[in-house]
């Protein structure tokens, strides 16, 4: 009997899995058929990728998603880092609420929320806005993260190294930050990551010539799914995967209390 439902569970875990992968699975195929249609398998090629790096406009659009990620994960791990210390140390009732609204929150109503108060506040749509707005919903992402390397950590330790001498900065720089590592690194891969392939609010807060990947493949996705939209999705979707897997590794050190 036990034997039975552990088949149909592998079943069903395997049909969940096909379901949800299958499609990315066969992004990444049709991005090497030689075909502007992909209606149907023609051949082989790479031609794609050729084309992807001869477009002006999507390498303006890759580098301003690069450029936007980069500025929000550097800030958002410095703020979220203090946030989750705050979070972890001072036990305030309301502060979790406001760190975490932007992560709750969600992405339509933030991005409007952001919109109406960049205008309110005579901000010019751009990489500018866009970098704010990603910084708003990456910081409870560090936070998150910090905390919970926060709450592996040893307070003797601290303790030990301020009997023994140690400023306040000393024992922060040279036991708190050391230990907090892997937290904070792992949440600004999060960022850098949530970052990079949002789309919703920056469809709201960006202005002209401010485009980023997402914004140029949804562009494009309304004429038509050609090859080259396949190529810069398996690109984008490598690059995610390799920041998650980085992140989680980084997290998981973390929360066994290891550097």
């Not at 991005?111 to 910084?135: D, E, K, Q, T, W």
């Not at 494009?220 to 992140?247: D, F, Q, R």
């Amino acid at each position: 009997m036990a034997r039975g439902r552990m088949n149909w569970l592998k079943l069903f875990s395997t049909a969940v899995f096909v379901f949800l992968y299958l499609p990315l699975l066969i992004v990444v195929v049709y991005s090497f058929n030689d075909s502007k249609l992909n209606a149907e398998w023609v051949g082989f090629t790479l031609k794609w990728y050729g084309v992807l790096f001869d477009d002006t406009e999507m390498l303006t659009a890759a580098r301003n998603s690069l450029l936007i990620a980069t500025f929000s994960a550097a800030v958002a791990a410095l703020l979220g880092t203090l946030a989750g210390m705050a979070m972890s140390r001072l036990r305030l009732r309301l502060l979790p609420a406001l760190v975490l609204a932007p992560v709750a929150m969600p992405d339509i109503l933030l991005g409007v929320s952001l919109l109406i108060l960049f205008i309110m506040l005579n901000i010019s749509l751009g990489l500018v806005s866009v970098i704010l707005a990603h910084i708003t919903f990456c910081i409870g992402y560090v936070a998150l993260s910090v905390q919970a390397r926060m709450g592996s950590m040893d307070d003797s330790l601290i303790e030990a190294a301020r009997d023994l001498g140690a400023s306040p900065w000393q024992a922060f720089s040279r036991i708190t930050l050391p230990l907090l590592a892997p937290g904070i690194i792992a949440g600004a891969l999060m960022a850098f990551t949530l970052s990079i392939d949002d789309f919703v609010v920056t469809f709201f807060t960006a202005g002209v010539g401010s485009s980023t990947l997402p914004l140029q493949i949804y562009s494009m996705v309304k004429i038509a799914v050609t090859p080259e939209v396949n190529a810069i999705s398996t690109l984008l979707m490598v690059v995610t995967l390799l920041l998650v897997t980085l992140a989680s590794r980084f997290n998981k050190h973390a929360l066994r209390g290891t550097i």
